[in-house]
């Protein structure tokens, strides 16, 4: 329908188009009403070319390409919002992993042999301070139990107990004598303690150990007299007291 109202509407607008030149050549006064009638065809042409199927065909597929190209862009983004809210899960499951593997991580398993053979070998201070060897001087078995004492000087004593069946150690206690005069005894004591932490888990940092035992269990006060702390760190629990003058530090696993 389309195309044959162009048609017609093409030739009607040769024909008025030649007429009303004639009109107006001979001025017969019927030139305007020829131009009219022309342009009328010419509506019509256009009329003809809006009604054609290629012209609704191209509407259409311009309409759908528009759609598709919309569709395309939307599942792109929701593709790219699932794979990001993938990406941050996986990273949130591996995260919660590493933390319960590190909560679980047996930092206190070792046996009386492998601590007494460590002790000089984890701090270097240790070295040349005369406190770097530990000397086993009893060992008393018990039914689910081992009691293992042993020293270290004169003034630093250690007792530990050991299950008997793993051999692996349950907790180190050390007893030390300050001295009101011997600084240098005192300092090594200190040292002893921070040594005796640093067994307990190897991977800790001088800066850890310090803070373990100064802040954590309190010997960054200048009176140890009243000394009765807990703390715990790394699934390792720390002990100090001061019985009769006696300082003692424990570790054991929490």
């Not at 006064?29 to 509506?43: D, N, P, R, V």
Request: charged share 25%; proline share 3%; aromatic share 8%.
């Amino acid at each position: 329908m389309g195309s044959f109202l162009i048609g017609i509407g093409f030739l009607a607008f040769i024909v008025f188009i030649i007429l009303g030149i004639v009109s107006a050549i001979k001025k017969t006064g019927k030139g305007k009403k020829m131009m009219l009638f022309a342009a009328g065809c010419f509506i019509l042409m256009a009329i003809g070319g809006a009604l054609s199927p290629d012209s609704k065909q191209t509407i259409g597929t311009t309409v759908k390409e528009e759609d598709k190209k919309d569709k395309t862009v939307d599942k792109q983004n929701a593709a790219d919002e699932a794979k990001k809210k993938e990406e941050e899960e996986a990273k949130k499951k591996a995260d919660a992993e590493a933390k319960k593997k590190a909560e679980e991580e047996p930092v206190f398993a070792f046996t009386w042999d492998e601590f007494s053979k460590s002790w000089g070998t984890l701090v270097p201070e240790m070295k040349g301070a005369g406190i770097d060897e530990i000397t086993e001087t009893d060992r008393t078995k018990q039914k689910n139990n081992v009691v293992v004492n042993a020293k270290i000087n004169d003034f630093l004593m250690l007792m530990s107990d050991v299950n008997p069946t793993s051999n692996k150690v349950k907790y180190i206690t050390i007893m030390a004598e300050p001295s009101s005069t011997d600084m240098a005894q005192n300092a090594n004591i200190l040292l002893a303690f921070g040594n005796l932490i640093a067994n307990s888990n190897p991977s800790l940092s001088k800066d850890e150990r310090g803070d373990i035992l100064m802040k954590g269990l309190g010997f960054n006060t200048d009176d140890l007299s009243k000394l009765n702390s807990k703390y715990t760190y790394k699934n390792v629990e720390y002990n100090a007291s001061n019985m009769g003058g006696i300082l003692t530090i424990s570790i054991q696993p929490k």
